[in-house]
């Protein structure tokens, strides 16, 4: 099946600092999803992006998906991003198939 | 719109007991997903249902189980329970185009079960 990477897995920031969370997968996808888990345990979408770039306020996303890879950019990160980003992806193909998770990138943002 | 729920948040069990937990997708999802997150394994798909039937399913024993009813609500049990099935259990749902793709997947909080 489809191998789902995450790099750094962690990371460690001032606040205000900008930062970028890359995820590479290992064949087509038809979905690509980035996720902040918050403390409690529930997954927020961030972006629903399977190819082009999207923004979100500080937060802004780009998948390339012929080179397979995805890109998550926090610019003037503040505490309150601090969690584990999680990219995940569905595999191209018949019918559906089931998201796939990376291991995440925990961020810590310390004031 | 409402979000997805799941009920119970918390839920401590011992071994050998079953559990049921409940997941409601948000209104008008006909999809809805279970996912299994622990420390050592990360975030595993366990199992889909689509129009009351399951569509996929992950690599999990028997012991795990779902269903979902008319109403697109979705329950998943657990039988004879072991240590190892502590963890935080996810249901999303989402909402499927009429070609039967699905899209972008949205979370409920979760139920934390542990298993002593």
């Known amino acids: 099946g489809i191998q789902v990477e995450q790099s750094p897995p962690d990371l460690i920031l001032q606040e205000g600092a900008n930062s970028t969370l890359r995820c590479n997968f290992s064949d087509s996808v038809n979905n690509l999803q980035w996720f902040h888990q918050n403390p409690w345990g529930q997954l927020i979408n961030l972006f629903y992006?399977?190819?082009g770039t999207k923004q979100n306020g500080r937060l802004s996303a780009t998948t390339v998906a012929t080179e397979r890879y995805s890109l998550l950019y926090i610019s003037s990160s503040q505490t309150t991003d601090s969690g584990v980003y999680f990219c995940?992806?569905?595999?191209?193909?018949?019918?559906?198939?089931?998201?796939?998770f990376g291991k995440g990138t925990r961020l810590s943002v310390i004031a | 719109k409402a979000g997805v729920t799941q009920t119970p948040r918390y839920l401590i069990k011992t071994r050998g007991q079953q559990v049921t937990l409940s997941c409601s997708p948000i209104s008008g999802h006909r999809s809805v997903s279970w996912y299994q997150q622990t420390p050592g394994q990360g975030l595993q798909f366990l199992f889909e249902?689509?129009?009351?039937?399951?569509?996929n399913k992950g690599n999990f024993p028997g012991r795990f189980s779902g269903r979902q009813f008319s109403n697109s609500r979705s329950e998943m049990n657990v039988s004879t329970l072991e240590l190892g099935d502590s963890a935080l259990y996810l249901c999303a749902s989402s909402w499927t185009g009429t070609s039967g793709t699905n899209n972008e997947q949205f979370f409920g909080p979760g139920t934390r079960l542990t298993v002593l």
């Open positions: 992006i399977p190819s």
């Open positions: 995940a992806v569905e595999e191209s193909g018949w019918g559906n198939t089931p998201l796939v």
């Open positions: 249902y689509f129009s009351e039937t399951q569509r």
